[in-house]
């Protein structure tokens, strides 16, 4: 059984859903990217999806990502790999070494991790600071209240730059206020990319300014367990 068909289709719809809702939005359809996220998806999907043209993808584990892809680099250069799932700094090293772009700083440990493996590996994966807009205890991010204190540190004292915020709504409440608040965040910094939204709730945060949604069961069909 091949389950191809139905991954091009799918990301076929999504594709045509995201510039229809940009262009009722006057926003630019191509300023929007699609990232498939294909953590604990099979092999074949990946397969099926790289097949389809997609390019950029999203993983919430270093190791997972690592079997996922990194032996695809070399068939794929294209690719745009993005780690959307808490970094531990012991990762940092891996996490450095296989992503293009780093979705979830959200502490001083963790930047100094990084700042010392892109200078160690000469490698720079774009960064996002990831911002707990729920204020949940249990949610990795860093409150709203300390963001601007945040990201000067992270630019003044590591050098870093910030391309852009990345949310995770409370799964209980409507996410609009949610991707708000992180699109007047990211204006008041002037950070450029907002990554929000997934399956379930991408139109509205096209709506309210993202730049990237990560979409997963929306693009391949449920994951394993
Ligand atoms: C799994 C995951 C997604 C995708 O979720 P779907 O509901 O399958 O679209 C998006 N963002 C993050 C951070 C995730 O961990």
Redesign the pocket.
Known sequence: MTDAPDIQARRQALLNDIFATAQDANRQPNTIKL?A?S??QPEARLEAALAAGQRVF?E?RVQEAQAHWAGRRAGWPDLELRL??PLQSNKAADAVALFDVI??LDREKLARALRKEMDAQKRAPRLLVQVNTGEEPQKAGVPPAELPDFVGRMRTQYGFTIDGL?C?PPVEEPPGLHFALLAKLAADLGVPEL?MG???D?PTAIRLGATSV???????GP?DS
């Open positions: 990232v996220v953590k604990r999203g919430n959307i799932g979705e979830t990345m995770i990554s997934m399956s379930s991408y990560r979409v997963g069961t929306g693009f391949f994951r």
